[in-house]
């Protein structure tokens, strides 16, 4: 069945520093891309999304590229803050677009001043 | 306009007894979702309703579980009798579309079966 791999965390980083956190898939068909964002005490957010292959998400100086040929959708911010920390989850949607998604297991983000 | 809200935030609860998640969409949003995340692991689909009707329950994990959404507006889950490990933080979500993948979700209610 469809599925989503990320790397482990928990990364910490010191403020300004570069973030990839990485993001592999399988899935049938043609799912959009996800991903999500927790901060402390809240939901989770939609944070960027890829709906086709070599599109690219981007929002708050967060971007993730699709890609197919290496079923990836790593995010990465060129210069983090401490407000960045929180878990981020990548997602994909299932075949049957019911709009059920299918989620990694998360990777706790912590940005140290 | 409100958001999702969930309630309890927390619960604690002994095995063997009942507990029941509340979930209020946004208003006028047909579309709800039940997802849960256990022991850090990912977050797994439980079920979604349209209106009042279950469009999808194959991630019910067993019969110890029951969701209803009563005239289509809020839904509760119900844990009973809930085990050790069905501790864990339980997700609502509501959209207007299915085919709206932002989706708005609740920040989650935390189950801890000790």
């Known amino acids: 069945g469809d599925s989503v791999t990320q790397m482990e965390g928990p990364v910490t980083l010191s403020e300004e520093a570069f973030l990839t956190i990485n993001c592999t898939y399988t899935a049938t068909g043609y799912p959009s891309l996800f991903w999500y964002v927790q901060y402390p005490g809240e939901g989770l957010q939609l944070l960027l999304k890829a709906t086709k292959a070599d599109d690219k998400g981007s929002n708050k100086g967060f971007e993730a590229t699709y890609r197919k040929e290496t079923t990836s959708f790593h995010l990465e911010k060129g210069s983090v803050q401490v407000s960045d920390s929180a878990v981020y989850f990548c997602a994909l949607s299932d075949w049957s677009n019911t709009g059920k998604l299918i989620f990694g297991q998360g990777t706790t983000l912590q940005v140290k001043p | 306009e409100a958001g999702v809200t969930q309630f309890p935030s927390h619960s604690v609860i002994e095995k063997g007894q009942t507990v029941t998640l509340r979930c209020d969409p946004i208003?006028?949003?047909?579309?709800l979702y039940w997802y849960r995340r256990v022991m850090g692991k990912e977050i797994k689909f439980l079920l979604h309703?349209?209106?009042?009707?279950?469009?999808?329950e194959s991630g019910m994990p067993n019969n110890r579980f029951l969701a209803e959404r009563t005239g289509g507006t809020y839904s509760t889950l119900k844990v009973q009798p809930a085990e050790l490990e069905d501790s864990g933080v339980y997700f609502c979500a509501s959209s207007q579309d299915t085919w709206d993948y932002g989706y708005t979700f609740g920040s989650g209610t935390r189950l801890t079966v000790v």
């Open positions: 208003s006028g949003h047909d579309n």
């Open positions: 309703f349209v209106k009042e009707s279950k469009q999808d």
